[in-house]
């Protein structure tokens, strides 16, 4: 019918039209973002499937799989940057470990120890891995001399 009939005639509504129909307001805050991904790190801790921890986020949250996917992405990027980290510090407290170790050793005498620790710091350092090893190798040339020629 037409507005001449005297009906006024209404567009159906929609998700883009209608505020109502919007399951949610929009984009979450930043904050409600923070909170999502500290969730899916806590349970990257625990050890579970991808999968139940994206259904676990997602129902605590009142968010899709997909989102809860992207958090957990966000999450594995936090727990990836941290044992950087922690793997550096690490790795600092060993070697210094080993160094006490090794002075110990050679001031009582077991020199067997303080050759394995050597060993083991040159390892650290990277002293014996492969791609030292391959730079180390000899270049070798073979020239052919023509006595044809001669």
């Not at 005297?6 to 209608?18: I, L, S």
């Not at 499937?49 to 986020?57: D, F, I, K, Q």
């Amino acid at each position: 019918m037409s507005e001449a009939d005297g009906q006024e005639v209404t567009k159906p509504t929609t998700v883009a039209n209608d505020e109502a129909k919007r399951w949610r307001g929009g984009r979450s805050t930043q904050v409600r973002m923070d909170e999502r991904v500290n969730y899916a790190y806590s349970l990257l801790l625990e050890g579970n499937t991808r999968r139940a921890n994206a259904e676990l986020v997602a129902s605590r949250f009142n968010i899709s799989i997909r989102t809860a996917h992207d958090d957990i992405s966000k999450a594995m990027q936090l727990l990836k940057q941290e044992r950087l980290e922690d793997r550096t510090e690490m790795l600092n407290i060993i070697t210094a470990s080993r160094l006490a170790v090794l002075k110990k050793a050679i001031r009582k005498g077991n020199y067997q120890v303080a050759c394995h620790l050597l060993d083991s710091l040159g390892r650290a350092a990277g002293e014996l891995s492969q791609e030292v090893a391959s730079q180390a190798a000899p270049i070798l040339r073979v020239e052919i001399d023509d006595k044809r020629a001669g």
